[in-house]
């Protein structure tokens, strides 16, 4: 059983959710929590991976661990992004059965379920459908990852979980121009009206393309919860249940953001949309005693000041 004294590795404890996880685990009393940097352990390097968990010996693992990014580094570095990813969650997922780990949990994302497929998304509709061709590799690599799992709980009677949750944000996001995913995107682009004379917003895409988020912290409550649940499914979605659209969004981040200062929101329509729309299905989550606590507009203004203490 996992308790208080269990030794607990973040694997990509310095991104988004690494991060977000470490501090609910610190909050939650757990005191034996490992991280390690790539100087450290590499962890694209099989034999690197297994003598460091050999060494640590944790009782439990949160593979956090994940080249990410928005539509335009999805699409533009496939081959990176598939070759990373499948290289990093195979050497933790195989390593872990080695070193006799039976319990861990793979985050994947949403992006792994078919573009088109009915909303909203339940579990069952994985690999129903065509992907998303915009970050189709990625999604690939993560859905490896979720057989894997599958497979080792199979085969080896290992208690492998796989979480999928929906667009998080927060604090310790990506804020690049060209790598983030969306809701830092608007977050930065909204700041930098703040000092600039222009008065308008540009959007990809037309921005009706609808996505649901969630707040990192409430994924990281997730994760914990989940570490100690029983459960009979290897796949459960984390998310809110509630989409809107790009624009919507980009109104609320504005009226966050710049409350006094009239803003045009213009469309770039030789950009993509990707995905049309993409909610959750989360009633499995809530059927094992999980529910969101997230209030969207003070969430938003919470990763707009950890955004402000980053960049002063």
């Keep these: 059983m996992i308790n208080l004294k269990s030794k607990i590795y973040v694997a990509g404890h310095k991104g988004l959710v690494g991060s977000a996880i470490v501090r609910e685990l610190k909050k939650k009393g757990y005191k034996k929590i490992i991280v390690a940097d790539r100087s450290k ?34 699409n533009k570095y496939k081959a990176q992004f598939i070759y990373e990813n499948l290289s990093i969650q195979s050497n933790l997922i195989h390593s872990a059965y080695l ?31 065509k992907l998303e061709s915009t970050n189709d590799a990625y999604a690939v ?6 057989k894997m799992c599958e497979s080792y709980n199979e085969q080896y009677k290992t208690n492998y979980k796989c979480l999928m949750p929906t667009n998080t944000f927060g604090p310790n996001d990506n804020y690049d121009n060209l790598n983030s995913h969306f809701f ?5 682009k909204i700041h930098n009206l703040k000092k600039s004379k222009k008065k308008f917003l540009v ?31 290897t796949i459960i979605n984390i998310g809110s249940g ?55 507009k003070s969430a938003i203004t919470k990763t707009y000041d950890s955004y402000i203490k980053e960049i002063n």
């Excluded at 693992?61 to 990014?69: E, H, T």
């Excluded at 690599?141 to 979720?146: C, L, R």
């Excluded at 966050?256 to 045009?264: D, G, H, S, V």
Aim: with cysteine.
């Design 141 to 146: 690599a993560k859905i490896a990852g979720i």
């Design 41 to 74: 352990v590499d962890l694209t390097d099989k034999i690197k991976v297994i003598k460091f968990l050999k060494k640590k010996t944790p009782d439990f693992i949160f593979i956090a661990a994940a080249k990410v990014g928005g539509i335009y580094s999805n």
């Design 242 to 296: 509630k989409d809107y659209s790009i624009k919507y969004y980009a109104n609320l981040i504005l009226k966050t953001i710049l409350p006094n200062k009239k803003i045009l929101i213009k469309h770039d329509k030789s950009k993509p949309n990707g995905t049309p729309r993409k909610v959750l299905d989360v009633s499995l989550a809530k059927k094992y005693g999980w529910h969101y606590s997230m209030n969207l």
């Design 203 to 233: 959007l990809w895409g037309n921005g009706k393309a609808k996505r649901e988020v969630i707040y990192v912290d409430d994924l990281a409550k997730a994760c914990v919860y989940f570490m100690k649940k029983k459960t009979k499914h």
């Design 184 to 188: 830092p995107a608007l977050i930065k």
């Design 99 to 129: 070193c006799g780990i039976k319990n861990l949990i793979f985050l994947g994302s949403s992006c792994v379920y078919p573009r088109d497929c009915k909303q909203p998304i339940k579990e069952n509709y994985l690999l129903d459908g």
